[in-house]
């Protein structure tokens, strides 16, 4: 199916939101990751969320350029016109965008699809995340607020980030005390009173609850997804709204336990990032080809190897495939495994 619409999409987070499921949101930075994303979601049933961080953007134009915008636009493209041949709906989405890299990423595109809205066409990506937990929560509340008109105006959703997760991706890294790791409900009533709650435009809530990217030996890391319901409550109080009024987004999600995830999409959340551990289903799947297949990857002794075993498509389809089962893990553990808008 072609990449959802913004009203699609809307119907999506909807649907995640009244039905108590999320979907995965999962970061990729090639074609074969894109194919196994989506892959992934058609051999589960289940829509999802395609996205891109500034490091996958720059890498997608190509790693000596690092262009970045030209990389999401390329990315986008790419993904739209692949996502035809599959009976799923998909989202594009870019992630964690900084202060210092909203001139040369965020920004680009959303000038692009202003062009296309002007044009009687839909934008480019459904939905862009600013990242603010770097700046003062006043000055990323700001940006925000800045933001969301201009995405109102091409029918996007903005994604915020009011809290610090801790851990570091694409060169966002957070390091300090433990209490910044969780959100507070006072720092979410100011973001509320800025933002509103709808009738300014849509956004979508990154709280952070003890998250931390990457992967953590147990015990390292204490996640406390009550606290999203507890700020529910809270602005719900506040508000004088229905309960759980955020849509609410759950990053550094590798390697929660599953109980940890069913908490947090109780609680609100309808979307969770995955990069890590589908980075890892990829690349280790390409690791042990490798090993079983040394002699035919390798030209060994003066040997000619096997061009059928050494050629990029034999073990790209077996990455493509492991990370695509990775995906499939992550629709059953959210919910989302056999909702899709076309089931």
Request: glycine share 12%; charged share 20%.
């Amino acid at each position: 199916m072609p990449v959802a619409t913004p009203e699609q999409y809307a119907d999506m987070l909807d649907r995640a939101k009244s039905g108590g499921f999320a979907y995965p949101a999962i970061n990729v930075s090639s074609s074969q990751t894109i194919n196994s994303v989506l892959q992934g979601l058609t051999e589960a049933g289940s829509d999802g969320i395609l996205q891109v961080t500034t490091g996958g953007a720059d890498y997608f134009a190509g790693h000596t350029v690092k262009a970045r915008a030209a990389g999401a636009l390329a990315f986008a493209r790419f993904a739209t016109e692949v996502a035809k041949n599959y009976p799923i709906t998909v989202a594009l989405h870019t992630d964690h965008c900084p202060k210092d890299a909203l001139p040369g990423f965020v920004l680009p595109l959303v000038e692009a699809s202003e062009e296309e809205v002007r044009a009687g066409r839909n934008p480019i990506f459904q939905s862009h995340m600013w990242d603010g937990s770097a700046v003062p929560l006043d000055e990323n509340i700001q940006i925000a607020q800045d933001l969301l008109p201009r995405m109102k105006n091409i029918n996007a959703i903005l994604e915020v980030e009011i809290g610090v997760v801790g851990g570091e991706e694409d060169g966002v890294q957070h390091e300090g005390s433990n209490e910044a790791l969780y959100t507070t409900v006072a720092d979410v009533t100011k973001a509320v009173e800025a933002l509103g709650l709808g009738e300014n435009g849509r956004y979508i809530s990154a709280l952070t609850f003890g998250n931390v990217h990457g992967v953590y030996k147990p015990g390292n890391v204490k996640l406390r997804p009550e606290l999203l319901g507890e700020i529910q409550e809270g602005i719900a109080a506040a508000f004088g709204t229905g309960p759980k009024p955020l849509d609410l987004v759950f990053h550094g999600g590798s390697g929660s336990t599953d109980d940890e995830i069913a908490l947090a999409v109780a609680n609100g959340v309808v979307k969770m990032n995955i990069d890590t551990d589908t980075q890892y289903a990829f690349t280790r799947s390409i690791a042990g080809y490798m090993f079983s297949n040394y002699e035919g990857v390798l030209k060994v002794d003066g040997e000619v190897g096997n061009k059928k075993q050494y050629d990029p498509r034999a073990w790209g389809k077996v990455a493509e495939s492991a990370m695509a089962a990775r995906v499939v893990e992550a629709t059953q553990q959210l919910g989302s495994q056999g909702k899709s808008l076309g089931a």
